[in-house]
């Protein structure tokens, strides 16, 4: 009886302490839910403050690297096309030397040469001159029998001289094929090697797995044979270049003949035609040997300017920065000298895309630089119309080395030139006022 009207008591206060549990749960959500908007609100209210306390900054300037060049950039004063292969036989000037336009800067060694070239042409003008005296006189049996003769001489001459080029020919030809023979047996030597070796290394590549031998060991058979494979590859590549060299060689002889030939069979065609014609004076044999005198000063003034290409001359005024061929060199590939008129300095100025439209003509320029006391300065003369990749790099490997820039051409004042004179390719800092 108790157990039961206890149970009864239980059931009767359950609903009692249900509501104030309720209402305790709904205040702490509502708290909740007030506090949240609250803070969020002066999150905002902070954020718009502090966007409204940020200064706006007026670009006065425009920062770029750059380099300095002399007027005209930097220029290689080389030796002509047609003076390939020459060596420099004097070198007039020193790094450092101020020339003047059409000064004398170097002589080529092919000067003696090209001035023996011009004498014989100006030795086949008095030919042809007497050619045309002896023309207008009128022939005689002696002339003719001395043309006649001066025809036997020119075919003799050229007998002689084919079966010299043939001859050189055949040589060319026993020459490549005995290297070729030669070059085949080594190759042949060389794989019988490498067969050797790769047969060494694959019996000692089972030793090694069964654990006979030890990794160095088989290394070195593995370097053998990687040895020898290398030296059957260089040894084909050398019959290659025999072949190549080989088949070259005969075919400037085989052009040489020809030439031969065609220049021979010429003199001949023209010697037999001066023997038709001498037989008695024309108006047209007049005509032509003065046309052979024309023909002979022609020559004479290609020799001319051919000599003229054996002195290298300066072509503009400036000062001699680098010289790359010094006498008893061929003229390299980087040519004679490098000189630049440094009398008037500029500063190429690399200004990324994103900026180029800041940048006018007349803006001043201060040039920064840790080589160069104090700042140069000048004035944007000119503004490229390409857009290139960036050339002058910035130390700094978080830097950008790939973006594109328009190059600014500044023209340093004379003081700055001056400082800047004996620094062509120097990195400077440009900083353009806008």
């Known amino acids: 009886m108790l157990e039961h009207s206890n149970l009864e008591g239980s059931s009767e206060l359950k609903p009692t302490f249900r509501l104030p549990i309720l209402l305790i749960i709904l205040a702490i959500i509502t708290s909740g839910g007030i506090s949240v908007y609250t803070v969020q609100r002066f999150q905002n209210e902070a954020k718009a403050a502090k966007q409204q306390a940020v200064p706006v900054v007026q670009v006065t300037t425009v920062t770029a690297l750059g380099r300095l060049e002399p007027n005209g950039e930097i220029i290689k004063l080389s030796a002509p096309a047609s003076a390939e292969g020459s060596r420099v036989e004097q070198l007039l000037v020193r790094e450092g030397t ?19 070239a011009v004498a014989e042409a100006q030795e086949q003008v008095r030919v042809a001159q007497a050619n045309l005296a002896q023309t207008k006189a009128g022939a005689k049996k002696g002339e003719i029998d001395a043309q006649k003769a001066a025809i036997a001489r020119l075919q003799a001459q050229q007998d002689t001289e084919v079966l010299a080029q043939q001859a050189t020919i055949a040589r060319l030809e026993a020459e490549k094929n005995t290297q070729i023979e030669a070059q085949k047996a080594t190759i042949a030597e060389l794989q019988a090697q490498l067969n050797n070796a790769l047969a060494e290394y694959r019996r000692y590549q089972t030793l090694y797995q069964q654990g006979a031998i030890s990794t160095s060991f ?8 990687t040895t020898a494979q290398q030296k059957i590859v260089e040894a084909q590549a050398n019959l290659k270049r025999i072949d190549s060299s080989g088949e070259q060689q005969l075919a400037e002889a085989r052009a040489n003949l020809k030439r031969i030939q065609t220049s021979r069979d010429q003199e001949l065609l023209e010697a037999r035609a001066t023997l038709a014609k001498i037989a008695e004076v024309r108006s047209v044999d007049v005509a032509a040997a003065q046309a052979q005198i024309n023909q002979a000063i022609a020559a004479v003034k290609k020799a001319e300017a051919n000599l003229r290409q054996a002195f290298v001359r300066s072509p503009q005024e400036g000062e001699v920065f680098k010289i790359h061929s010094r006498p008893g060199e061929l003229v390299s590939n980087d040519g004679i000298v490098e000189m630049g008129q440094n009398a008037q300095m500029y500063a190429v100025a690399e200004v990324y895309q994103s900026d180029i439209n800041k940048v006018r003509l007349g803006q001043r320029v201060r040039l920064l630089s840790d080589s ?7 004035i944007v003369d000119r503004i490229d119309s390409q857009v290139l990749r960036q050339n002058v790099i910035n130390s700094d490997p978080t830097s950008n080395i790939d973006s594109r820039i328009v190059e600014v051409h500044v023209r340093l004042d004379q003081p700055s030139t001056l400082k800047a004179a004996k620094f062509s390719n120097l990195q400077v800092k440009a900083v353009i006022s806008l």
């Open 218 to 225: 088989q290394d070195t058979k593995r370097l053998s044979l």
């Open 372 to 378: 160069v006391a104090g700042e140069l300065s000048g």
């Open 98 to 116: 101020k020339v003047k336009q059409g000064q004398l800067v170097a002589i080529l060694d092919s000067r003696d040469r090209l001035s023996a």
